[in-house]
Nanobody, 124 residues
C-alpha cells in the first residue's frame, strides 16, 4: 500500500499562513494527479485543491480561491498547499490523496486508504 504522509499543520491566528506538505511513497508519483482534501468536525470530507502530474491546471474550491496555492515537486514525491489569509472556517484536518485528471476535470474516487492528515486550527 502506497503511503501518504501529511505535515505542516498547526494553530494559527486568523489572517495567518501555513504551508502543508505531503510526501507520497512509490515510484509513480510523477505520473499521478494529486489533491488536497479537508474534513471539519461534523462535516464530510471536502475536495479543496488539485494539481496534475505535470504541475499545471490547478483546481481550487471557491472558498479558498485566491488564498491557497497548490504545487508539487516530483523529484521529492511531495505536494504542497500554501495557505494564506486563513480563516476560522478553514479549521479542519487536511489530507492529500492521489486523484485522477481526465484532461478536463478532476475525478475523485472512493478511497480505502488515507494518511493520518494534519490538523489546521485557525483561532484567535
Amino acid at each position: 500500500q502506497a503511503q501518504l504522509a501529511e505535515s505542516g499543520g498547526g494553530l494559527v491566528l486568523p489572517g495567518g499562513s501555513l504551508r502543508l506538505s505531503c510526501v507520497a511513497s512509490g515510484r509513480t508519483f510523477s505520473t499521478i494527479a494529486m489533491g488536497w482534501f479537508r474534513q471539519a468536525p461534523g462535516k464530510e470530507r471536502e475536495f479543496v485543491s488539485g494539481i496534475t502530474a505535470n504541475g499545471d491546471m490547478p483546481y481550487y474550491v471557491d472558498s479558498v480561491k485566491g488564498r491557497f496555492t497548490i504545487s508539487r515537486d516530483n523529484a521529492m514525491n511531495t505536494v504542497y498547499l500554501q495557505m494564506n489569509s486563513l480563516q476560522p472556517e478553514d479549521t479542519a484536518i487536511y489530507y492529500c490523496q492521489r486523484i485522477l485528471y481526465t484532461g478536463t476535470t478532476y475525478y475523485i474516487g472512493n478511497y480505502d486508504y488515507w494518511g493520518q492528515g494534519t490538523q489546521v486550527t485557525v483561532s484567535s
